[in-house]
Every structure is written in structure tokens, then in C-alpha cells.
């Protein structure tokens, strides 16, 4: 049986979410991100859980691949 983490750390939950740490917590201190837990005195963790509900929360992107994407490259 293999466990499903319900907490992860910055580096995991940045790359989780796709974006940078940088990024992750500017969100964090704008409050507009989930914020992370106190999981020791000196350890924080974000919930699996919430980074997905956040996620799933964002809108549908209106920006669409290039016409490019895809294509089979001429040889």
C-alpha cells in the first residue's frame, strides 16, 4: 500500500501548483494562497488537500498553445 502525502513542503508544493517558490510566496503574504501549517517549531508544510482546492479554483486560461504545437517538424 502506498500512503498519499497529505502535507508537502515549499519546494513540493510550488512545483505541485506549477509555479515558482518565489512566486508561491508573494501569493502566501498577498493571502491569496493557502497558508502553510506549523508542523514543528521550526518546519512548515502546505495540505495537499487545500493546494488542490485552490487550483481547481483558478479560472480557465484563455491563452491558447501556438499554432505550431504539435506539428510534425519536415525531414
Known sequence: MT???IA???????E???LSVSTM???VRQGTFPR??????KRVAFLV???TEWLES???????PPPNT????PR
Open 3 to 5: 500512503l498519499q502525502p
Open 58 to 64: 483558478r479560472p480557465v486560461s484563455e491563452l491558447l
Open 49 to 51: 488537500r487545500e493546494l
Open 8 to 14: 508537502i513542503g515549499y519546494e513540493a508544493a510550488a
Open 16 to 18: 505541485y501548483v506549477v
Open 70 to 73: 504539435g506539428a510534425s517538424k
Open 36 to 41: 502553510p501549517r506549523q508542523v514543528s517549531p
Open 25 to 27: 510566496e508573494k501569493l
